[in-house]
């Protein structure tokens, strides 16, 4: 059974309605999906650490590191340290203390900032789910509408399309 020219409007009507359903569906997976998205800064302050010495390093929490606003003090005299000490690492965030520097294996105090990302705990996929199922009843309404636009047009469709000659 060939493909004939009568069947392209039963075809292009099909295509038609599953494009509606599919980026309607699409455009609310989004919506759920971007309203959990945070790039905010989440600050930590005086977070009391093992300066491991050597090279060594040292975790910070979070994801991203927010270079611009990493302060690391002696958690015993409370002098700032100098960043000739220490390297500030971007993703993971942490910090590797310089071979010579005289806070290795001391305890100092770091004030930073780490970006929440989507690859943050705060972005999680069971957090985002039941999130976004609980946002789902306000799009209920589109849902519907775009279902019964959808009945209907392929109800006109074939009585305009598919009716016999």
């Not at 509606?20 to 945070?38: C, F």
């Not at 500030?88 to 294996?105: D, H, I, K, W």
């Not at 705990?121 to 009843?137: C, I, P, W």
């Amino acid at each position: 059974m060939a493909l004939q020219v009568k069947d392209i409007s039963a075809i292009v009507s099909v295509l038609l309605i599953a494009t509606i359903v599919l980026s309607v569906g699409l455009v609310t997976n989004n919506e759920l999906r971007d309203e959990h998205i945070s790039n905010a800064s989440t600050s930590i302050i005086n977070q009391t650490k093992l300066a491991q010495g050597f090279s060594v390093f040292t975790p910070l929490d979070g994801e991203m590191l927010d270079f611009a606003s990493v302060q690391v003090t002696n958690a015993t005299g409370g002098e700032y340290v100098h960043p000739a000490n220490y390297t500030a690492e971007f993703s993971p965030p942490g910090l590797r203390f310089n071979v010579g520097s005289s806070y290795n294996n001391t305890q100092v105090n770091v004030t930073y900032n780490y970006i929440n990302t989507t690859r943050t705990a705060a972005y999680n996929a069971a957090g985002n789910a039941s999130e976004g199922l609980a946002n789902m009843s306000q799009k209920v309404p589109l849902i519907g509408t775009v279902a019964i636009l959808a009945i209907i047009l392929g109800l006109v469709f074939s009585l305009l399309f598919f009716r016999r000659r």
